[in-house]
């Protein structure tokens, strides 16, 4: 089983981007034992894909002091399960994956066909009320906190240096 350590490494080949603006910095991976496999790594950057959006999301609901009822999500990560049960415990906040994959498009459809006429307003198109798998908070928020803190003293480390 990979280290706690391990599953908070930043994987990060072509630098940190925001918050951090560290174009420098490269990936860390530590805590690796002699039993670690492959699948240990993936899910080490599954859970990064996580803090990441912590690390972004929580200071932009700072700014605004608005509170984070529901988290919509798309594209392709939004079909693994792990990453979004583990999303919803970091963020502390209910996920909605949308049924349609990629939503870019779907909202393009939705452009043309009010261009067109199709549909004659965008509550018509509201209606129409596209959502999936719903993901709910199941971790212990000092849990999470504990997790979120370990990835953020390695993101320290790799910040300023070592």
């Known amino acids: 089983m990979i280290t706690a350590s391990a599953s908070k490494s930043p994987p990060t080949f072509n630098g940190l981007g925001a918050p951090y603006w560290k174009s420098d910095v490269r990936g860390l991976i530590c805590g690796l034992l002699g039993t670690t496999k492959a699948e240990h790594i993936v899910r080490a950057g599954l859970e990064a894909i996580a803090y990441q959006m912590r690390d972004i999301i929580m200071p932009m609901l700072e700014d605004a002091q608005i509170r984070l009822e529901e988290l919509r999500v798309d594209g392709g990560p939004a079909n693994n399960k792990f990453l979004m049960q583990f999303t919803s415990d970091i963020l502390g906040t209910r996920l909605v994956r949308n049924d349609v994959e ?60 070592g």
Do not use: C, H
Request: hydrophobic share 40%.
């Open 102 to 161: 990629e939503l870019s498009a779907l909202g393009a459809a939705y452009a043309g066909g009010l261009a067109v006429g199709f549909w004659k307003s965008r509550e018509e198109i509201a209606k129409l009320g596209r959502t999936g798998e719903v993901y709910e908070r199941r971790m212990d928020p000092e849990q999470a906190e504990r997790l979120y803190e370990g990835w953020r003293g390695y993101v320290r480390m790799l910040v300023n240096g």
